[in-house]
């Protein structure tokens, strides 16, 4: 099975101010305004867990833009016609992706008492950890000249939680998604019977045969805070890999089904080249949530 690659993804969306709370007390600070005719109470910064105002994102994470009370735009019998455009710069000034006109499809104007702009993004491919970038997204007006354009600095960090070391292997990226939930999982809950995958892509320093088969041992171990083994496996790979599927995505599944676990639950994943004696050790801990 290959499990989906997390990309960088743009979207912007139009719904009912009444499906969400007013988020005042966790305006995003730190980011640059211009502007022309239309003006914004503030702009919400949210993930799963709730509201967060940060600079650095975990690799993977999904994040909402929410404009608060968002006015100026010129009415059409008393209906407002938004569009968006948003960027993403590499701090060189690359453009990794440009996503413009993202309303222009929509035929249907909102009053500005109703209008409910929202931007959501997935810090992702071909964006990667330990480096920088510019988001700017330029909502603008289809009848009229007027804008607000906005930008923030932030880089994208490996989550914390996760802890590994190498000798001689090297990753680029490395993170835990639910495929249940289509998301990178970055506060290391997990529900009870759910799957979670740790992805490493992109890994490198190991051997191959004249196939381009490498030879690995991987295991992997989970350990409950009494100290009982909930499960063991010192053979996940069992026979040679091609070197390419390495490369692409490597991953390991957990899943708990015992519902009396005593939490943190340590899991520990590791892999070694038996040819060049080249390893990695991952380790994290899980929350079950009951």
Known sequence: MKLPKLCLV????????????????????????????????????????????????????????????????????GLAYPDMDIHFISKQG???????????????GYTEADLNLRTELVFATPMLPNNEYIAIVHVHDKHSDAYYKWSKNFTIIHSPLIQTTTKGMRY???????????????????????????????LDGFNTDEDGNA?????????????TMIDENDNLFPNLVNANDLKEQL????????????NPVTCVVKITDNRNGNSLETAFDLTVMQ
């Open 215 to 227: 030879d690995l041992q991987a295991s992997i171990r989970l350990t409950a805070n009494d100290g």
């Open 10 to 77: 743009l979207l912007a969306a139009l719904l009912f101010s009444c499906e969400f709370s007013t988020y005042k007390a966790g305006y995003l600070q730190d980011y640059t305004v211009d502007r022309k005719g239309i003006s914004c109470d503030g702009i919400a910064m949210s993930n799963y867990m709730g509201i967060v105002d940060r600079t650095e994102f975990y690799y993977g994470e999904k994040i909402t833009f929410a404009y608060e009370n968002m006015t100026g735009f010129h009415l059409q019998e």
């Open 172 to 202: 680029d990226i490395q993170y835990l998604y639910s495929q249940l939930r289509n998301t990178a999982v970055i506060d290391n809950k997990i529900q009870l019977n759910e799957t979670l995958y740790l992805l490493i892509e992109n």
């Open 251 to 262: 991953y390991a599944a957990v899943k708990i089904t015992n519902p009396n676990v005593e």
């Open 94 to 108: 690359d453009t990794l992706m440009s996503n413009l006109n993202q309303m222009a499809q929509a035929t249907k």
